[in-house]
């Protein structure tokens, strides 16, 4: 599944970076690694929700897979689903993998009403699809509270988390993806419609931030996952 | 000025000052006409006449511009339905519905005539027009003959007391014209109907009617029995010689000149008593003119040529 | 007039032409499917071109329903061909044939035989639209399943939840019905005026074909009486497959983007039924019979 491979990648590059330049952002990004290496699988059942301007579409059900170090599967419950080409990120359990990446402190910011703290995550070679990654962590809980991620190919994806009763594991209730839509081309309709949507609408339309929002409900966590699933 | 008539028992139709406009055109003028019970009510005049829009407007499918119609002594339009209870018709072409069959067919239109078609009643029909062995057969596959034959079942199949046949000899072989002026007789006679029957044929109406209207123009020409209107003793006959430009010369040059009629089709027109042909032919064999045809004509334009001798209709025939 | 119903459907349905239709139709919608049962992969994929360039869409696009939904677009363009083939025949047909002088010389009313035609002609498009819903929409959710309803709109893109599906089919099949009498009431009305039947069904067509044009034309002198034409409005069943959405953009399960486009185009439908039919069995009653 493409979309899981690059949030693999998001993910992984994210924390492969991380070199040690600041010691203190270092032990910060490791003890967030640390909390979520307790998580050895887990499935989740949730309900997926596309805000796009261009797009109506329901509320769908959606089943997801992990296994570490890094296999990832999100399965629809029946229905059609549509997603933005190249990186909707949906789980944050394989933060694993610590080279490869400059870390840089830029400091602190607030996410709601939480304080976090800012790093800047530079990948060191030249032939990755990711630019650069910004991860916004609850340093009290050890907690990713919000990823930017900006990609060669793809615009700039951004990720937020809530956390609630799987907190302990570094597991969200709730993850939002937010995209650029202004770069996505609209559907062109081949379908017979006399009526011409006028140009402000259309603007209106392609202006707005495309979102989706899962909503975790259940999550299975350590139970064991057959490897079968993820093929 | 409409003038009402009071209607007599046995007057089935009253027609009085029918007229009927299509745009500028008047196909039918100021005609007014009575027909009686148990007549057979011939309606004659050439193509165009007016016969057909008349039986029309008698039946309702054409409204008059003027005038009324009295049907069994009630008004035609007010009490439509009830009237055409009663009337069975044959209009120009017996045309019915070609994907269904002849029994399909009666059945429909029985029903559509407001009564209940048992088999018995379709099959009785069918075998009163000699169709009961083509009762299965899709009318597509019917010679003219038979659609007319069908059509006069349709008509009859709800024992109507007054039948109106507009032109139904049309397109039909001497057998088929044959049968069909039986049948009107046997309805007539044995069936005690009223017949209203129109032709262009002044022969087959003569040999079948009891009375008869002459139209021309939408106009009334004449209207009597057969024995009123034809006066045998004067006829007109058809002449071809040897020269005819020479034989209308003598003929305009002598005591025939006032029997001789406009020249049509080549052929030299004379009117005369029947008595006189001999003498016709003796006085062009004197004048050394060789006489290759001289034949007395029984048309329906010779008869109006006899009828309207003098007045301006003779136009009509004469150009 | 029941009587008379029952006889015209009789002679509608014991007419070769009648047949053809259904057959015409049963044939279009086997091309279609048969066509997107082999093909249909990449008939979606031209479909979405554009649009997969950016978005991963995951999921049996290929449905029942989606396939009755291309099966609507494209056959309710060609249906009225078919409608005014028994509808514009109705009167000038037994004109023609003849039959009709036989008719009106029987003891009925005119109102009630014009009226039962022009029933019979409804009745006759209906079963055309059953016989649509049959193959198009049943039968289609037999052979291919069914799951969300995935639209390309002019300018956005709809996925209607499979649950949520099913009785907007019912709504589009009615209005779709409404748009198809029109079509029959057009050539009924035609009808009237000739005395053979090719000459109303190709003035029925070609009304259909000029107002299409005007009603797809984005010009302005056009625009004003688009509104009025009944074309435009015969394609409204689509309504029936936009839903509204809340404020978080969450799509509202049962709900109808523009209901009142709907009432509108079916008022306007319903007033050029009511036009037509009622001009035509008005015009009858008094009609001079010159066939």
């Known amino acids: 599944m493409k979309i899981f491979k690059t949030f693999i990648q998001i993910f992984f590059f994210t924390f492969i970076g991380y070199n040690g330049i600041a010691q203190e952002v270092n032990t910060l990004v490791m003890k967030v690694k640390n909390k979520l290496d307790q998580v050895n699988d887990y499935t989740a059942e949730g309900k997926m929700k596309t805000d796009i301007a261009f797009i109506k579409a329901p509320v769908g059900g959606v089943k997801v897979f992990y296994k570490k170090p890094n296999k990832f599967k999100l399965q629809r419950n029946g229905g059609i689903s549509v997603l933005p080409k190249g990186g909707v990120s949906i789980n944050i359990g394989n933060m694993i993998v610590t080279t490869g990446f400059t870390a840089i402190d830029a400091g602190f910011a607030d996410i709601g009403k939480v304080k976090t703290r800012i790093i800047k995550l530079l990948p060191n070679g030249d032939n990755n699809d990711i630019i650069l990654s910004t991860l916004y962590i609850d340093e009290a809980n050890l907690l990713i509270m919000k990823s930017i991620t900006s990609t060669r190919e793809n615009g700039t994806y951004e990720m937020e988390m809530r956390y609630g009763k799987f907190a302990e594991y570094g597991l969200p209730d709730k993850v939002f993806f937010s995209f650029n839509a202004k770069d996505y081309k609209l559907p062109k309709g081949i379908t017979l419609e006399f009526e011409d949507v006028d140009q402000a609408t259309k603007d209106k339309l392609k202006g707005k931030k495309g979102r989706v929002e899962i909503t975790y409900s259940a999550y299975e966590i350590n139970k064991g996952i057959a490897d079968s699933i993820f093929k | 000025m409409q003038i009402v008539i009071i209607v007599t028992m046995s007057s089935i139709v009253q027609v009085n000052h029918l007229t009927k406009q299509f745009n500028q055109f008047t196909a039918v003028n100021d005609l007014s006409f009575s027909v009686e019970k148990g007549d057979v009510y011939g309606f004659l005049g050439q193509n165009g006449a007016g016969k057909s829009t008349t039986i029309r407007m008698m039946l309702t499918l054409i409204t008059p511009t003027q005038g009324q119609i009295e049907i069994f002594g009630y008004d035609l339009y007010k009490h439509r339905r009830d009237i055409l209870q009663q009337i069975g018709a044959v209009i120009e072409k017996p045309d019915v519905y070609k994907y269904l069959s002849a029994y399909e067919n009666l059945q429909l239109f029985a029903r559509l005539s407001g009564i209940k078609p048992t088999r018995q009643i379709i099959m009785d029909q069918l075998e009163m027009v000699g169709l009961a062995d083509r009762a299965k057969d899709t009318v597509k596959t019917f010679s003219q003959g038979m659609k007319q034959r069908l059509g006069i079942a349709i008509a009859l199949v709800h024992n109507p007391s007054l039948i109106m046949l507009d032109e139904p000899t049309n397109g039909l072989d001497p057998q088929g014209i044959a049968d069909i002026r039986n049948l009107i007789l046997q309805l007539s006679r044995d069936r005690k109907k009223t017949v209203i029957v129109s032709s262009h044929l002044l022969n087959e109406i003569e040999q079948i009617a009891t009375r008869i209207l002459i139209i021309d123009k939408g106009h009334k020409l004449v209207e009597g029995t057969a024995a009123e209107l034809f006066d045998t003793s004067q006829t007109i006959v058809q002449l071809n010689t040897t020269d005819n430009q020479m034989a209308v010369e003598k003929l305009a040059n002598s005591s025939w000149k006032n029997n001789l009629k406009p020249m049509r089709d080549g052929h030299i027109l004379i009117q005369l008593d029947q008595e006189a042909i001999p003498i016709l032919n003796q006085f062009l064999v004197d004048q050394h003119i060789g006489v290759l045809l001289l034949q007395p004509r029984h048309s329906l334009e010779d008869y109006f040529l006899q009828i309207t001798a003098g007045k301006q209709h003779v136009g009509t025939f004469t150009n | ?291």
């Open chain 3, 1 to 291: 007039m029941w009587v008379h119903l029952r006889i015209e459907l009789y002679k509608i349905f014991r007419k070769p032409r009648t047949y053809l239709a259904f057959a015409a139709i049963t044939a279009l919608i086997a091309v279609i499917q048969i066509g997107l049962y082999v093909d249909g992969k990449e008939y979606t994929e031209f479909v979405m071109a554009d649009f997969a360039n950016s978005f991963a869409v995951d999921g049996k696009i290929l449905n029942g329903y989606f396939i009755c939904y291309v099966i609507l677009q494209l056959l309710l363009i060609h249906v009225p061909l078919l409608i005014a083939l028994i509808a514009a025949d109705m009167i000038s047909g037994e004109a023609n044939m003849g039959t009709l002088r036989l008719l009106l010389t029987k003891p009925q009313s005119r109102t009630a035989i014009v009226t039962a035609k022009f029933l019979a002609s409804v009745i006759y498009t209906l079963m055309l639209l059953i016989w649509i819903a049959i193959l198009g929409l049943f039968l289609s959710m037999l052979v291919f399943g069914t799951d969300d309803l995935f639209i390309m709109k002019s300018s956005y893109v709809v996925i209607v939840k499979e649950s949520d599906v099913f009785w907007r089919y019912a709504g589009a099949f009615c209005f779709a019905a409404l748009a198809m009498v029109t079509v029959a009431s057009l050539g009924f009305f035609l009808s009237f005026f000739a005395e053979n039947s090719i000459g109303p069904i190709v003035a029925t067509m070609s009304v259909i074909i000029v107002c299409t044009i005007l009603s797809t034309m984005n010009i302005p002198i056009f625009n004003i009486i688009k509104p009025y034409l009944f074309t435009t409005h015969m394609i409204t069943w689509k309504e029936f497959f936009d839903f509204k959405v809340n404020d978080a953009n969450e799509a509202i399960v049962g709900s109808i983007q523009n209901p009142g486009r709907i009432i509108q185009s079916s008022i306007v439908l319903l007033v050029h039924i009511i036009g037509f039919a009622g001009s035509a069995i008005l015009l009858f009653r008094k009609k001079d019979i010159l066939s």
